[in-house]
């Protein structure tokens, strides 16, 4: 398999050899590109499936670059990754308003760098392999409508199909489509799992509104039908099919008035789990459907199943995406941020601090003794007061502040804008509220009460000049607040 070509533009000598060495390290093709001129050449000779862009280069605006880039249709799918030495907030907004696909600051990490190069391969990999299947599929509609006149409607619906909706947006719209294409009143997407008796209607264009509304299958047999063998089932007249023989005696007893007339079920795979059928009727004042009826509605919903499949598959993949990235921030036993996340989050403020000559306060909060909790009541009831602590925390700070926990009994609470009074203030409070908690009360008749110390840093302040000093100062500050006996908060 050709190794992934990678266009890499900055105006950086070292920057452009460091990465392109990273790369090609890693096995991809690189281009380099000294400058913005350099980029659109080598843009036009080579067909790259990622660009690297620096924003600031002496002969392009970067972002003024990407905009250019993303008008051009042929460059339309191409990602972008922004490289950038200006603040994340003032470039990062700017380039991915402009449709960028990352951002990474410099000076970058390199295993984040390949990370990110990897993520966004891999999606403009498969967007690049569904906009192929949907130009193969349009090109199978276009041969279609050459038969009839109706057939030009299916260029309509695929048109509008193609578009970057959801999984649930595209089925609403394909029932929408193609009821007007067919010509019918009723038409509708109904999901199913095997081996269960009921469905669930999931888009119905006689209803724009519906949600999720469940139907028996006993009560519509075209659709057990039609999932049960996997085929298509066509009925003309529902009085007479053999199909409906024991529905049509339910309807007798119950005086129910059906108004379809002739029916359509079309089954479709979602995947392993779930199967669909694509549903469309027509009642007793409309024209029967008939084989021809059967053969075009078969080449929409191919068409629309086709898309719908490929929309799953990027929904899936970027759920994963975000799942992992969530797994990979967050404290499992808390569900708070982990020590790594809030470090990347203290970066952030501690520039923001410096910038806008404003200060930030890190509170380290340690639980009093908590070994006798496991020791006393076990690692179960213990589990149950550290996810206490972090419920307590999130309600009592800020709706800017962030709280994770650092490790074992220890919590961590970032208090962006916040003075050396103001942080001793809030320390106290959260001891307060630590010392007054009543603790795993499910798991015992009698509540625990536990106390905490808090070590206080603040920045900007002498010798503080990285994330690993503001930690070393809380810490510092904790100690002395557990030495401090009973008042224990300490900056």
């Keep these: 398999m050709a190794a992934s070509r990678i266009l890499v533009a900055d105006d950086d000598e070292a920057v452009l050899e460091s990465v392109t060495w990273l790369l090609q390290e890693n096995g991809y093709e690189v281009v380099p590109a000294n400058g913005g001129a350099a980029c659109l050449e080598q843009l036009e000779r080579n067909a790259p499936d990622l660009l690297l862009l620096d924003i600031l280069m002496p002969d392009a605006d970067g972002c003024q670059l990407l905009e250019r880039i993303k008008g051009e249709e042929r460059w339309r799918d191409l990602p972008v990754l922004m490289l950038s030495a200006q603040p994340p907030e003032e470039a990062s907004v700017r380039s991915l308003g402009l449709g960028a696909a ?234 708070l941020l982990n020590r790594r996340a809030l470090a990347e989050r203290i970066t952030g403020e501690m520039e923001r601090a410096l910038r806008y000559d404003s200060s930030m306060a890190l509170l380290l909060i340690d639980l009093d003794h908590f070994k006798q909790v496991n020791d006393t009541y076990g690692h179960l009831v213990g589990d149950d007061v550290l996810r206490d602590v972090g419920q307590l925390l999130r309600e009592t700070i800020r709706g800017c502040d962030i709280v994770a926990r650092y490790g074992g009994e220890e919590f961590l609470v970032l208090l962006p804008e916040t003075d050396d009074a103001g942080a001793e203030s809030f320390a106290e409070r959260i001891r307060l509220a630590v010392e007054e908690h009543l603790f795993a009360r499910e798991a015992r008749v009698e509540p625990l009460r536990l106390t905490a110390s808090v070590g206080v840093a603040v920045f900007p302040a002498a010798r503080i000049e990285s994330v690993a000093d503001l930690f070393a100062r809380a810490d510092a500050a904790l100690y002395r607040a557990k030495a401090a006996g009973r008042n224990r908060v300490r900056l």
Excluded at 144 to 164: F, N, P, Y
Excluded at 166 to 175: D, F, G, K, R, W
Excluded at 248 to 274: C, K, N, T, Y
């Design 102 to 335: 990352d951002f990474i600051r410099k000076p970058y990490r390199p295993n984040e760098l390949l990370a990110r190069v990897q993520a966004q391969l891999r999606v403009g990999a498969l967007l690049r392999s569904t906009r192929a299947a949907l130009q193969r599929t349009e090109e199978a509609l276009v041969r279609a409508q050459q038969d009839a006149d109706s057939r030009r409607k299916l260029v309509d619906i695929l048109h509008e199909v193609t578009g970057d909706l959801s999984v649930s947006e595209l089925l609403h719209l394909l029932v929408r489509r193609a009821a007007l294409a067919l010509g019918v009143s009723h038409c509708s997407v109904i999901l199913a799992r095997p081996g269960e008796l009921q469905a669930q209607v999931v888009a119905a264009f006689e209803n724009p509104g519906l949600q999720q509304l469940t139907v028996r299958l006993d009560r519509y047999p075209e659709l057990k039908a039609a999932l049960e063998s996997g085929q298509p089932v066509l009925v003309e007249d529902i009085d007479t099919h053999p199909l409906y023989e024991g529905v049509r005696h339910v309807w007798g007893i119950e005086g129910i008035e059906v108004p379809i007339r002739s029916v359509i079920a079309l089954p479709f795979s979602m995947d392993r789990r779930q199967y669909g059928v694509f549903l469309v009727r027509r009642t007793r004042d409309q024209e029967r459907f008939g084989p021809a009826d059967l053969e075009f509605a078969q080449a929409v919903i191919t068409a629309a199943v086709a898309v719908i499949q490929r929309a799953q598959m990027v929904e899936s993949t970027m759920a994963d995406n975000a799942r992992l990235e969530h797994l990979a921030q967050t404290d499992p036993l808390t569900q």
